[in-house]
């Protein structure tokens, strides 16, 4: 039986890539093939009557040579699904589990700062270009953090203007406006013709 704990129960790696990353130095994988986890009669599988099903798939380890916050690095357990992985496989999974917590903060910043649920939206095709307005505005604060001020929370460290998060930069934002350069003049009060 394979004991995360104990490496004695878990034989020769069929895989072991090994990559240099900038920000967790070096990378290395080691990946079992043919793994399947003890499924019990719990949560997903309370229903199910009968013998339950193996289902196998790969292990991965993972450890790091540092942390960017400057913690110690402890070894991080991945399951896939998927069987005979190649190196790349494995180096495409746990890259994938780390831009995972990328993905989560957007979406988050899109729901709670730019407001993607408010709207009370009547058809699909509203929704759609709704979705589509609130993921360009992420680019552009992007785009923009270079010329946006660090307004800073009290309990917030400084920031170079290349490090600035979206949320910082759309608080920086509202004292940009002064400075911008007006593409069109004010419209010119007009009388009503003949």
């Given at each position: ?187 010119k009060p007009t009388t009503p013709g003949p």
């Open positions: 039986m394979f004991r995360f704990a104990d490496p004695d129960t878990w034989g020769l790696p069929d895989e072991e890539p090994v990559q240099v990353t900038d920000r967790y130095g070096t990378a290395r994988a080691v990946a079992f093939d043919r793994i399947h986890p003890h499924l019990t009669t719990r949560c997903a599988w309370i229903d199910h009557t009968g013998e339950l099903p193996i289902i196998e798939g790969t292990q991965i380890r993972l450890t790091v040579g540092r942390l960017p916050s400057g913690q110690d690095p402890q070894p991080v357990w991945l399951w896939s699904s998927k069987t005979g992985m190649t190196g790349e496989d494995v180096d495409l999974r746990w890259q994938a589990f780390l831009r995972r917590f990328d993905i989560e903060h957007t979406f988050r910043m899109i729901k709670q700062t730019l407001g993607w649920t408010r709207p009370k939206l009547r058809s699909p095709e509203a929704a759609d270009r709704w979705t589509w307005l609130v993921i360009a505005a992420p680019a552009q604060l992007r785009l923009l953090r270079e010329a946006a001020a660090d307004l800073r929370r009290p309990w917030e460290k400084r920031a170079e203007p290349a490090r600035l998060t979206p949320a910082r930069v759309c608080r920086g934002s509202r004292n940009l406006r002064p400075r911008l350069h007006r593409s069109a003049r004010a419209p």
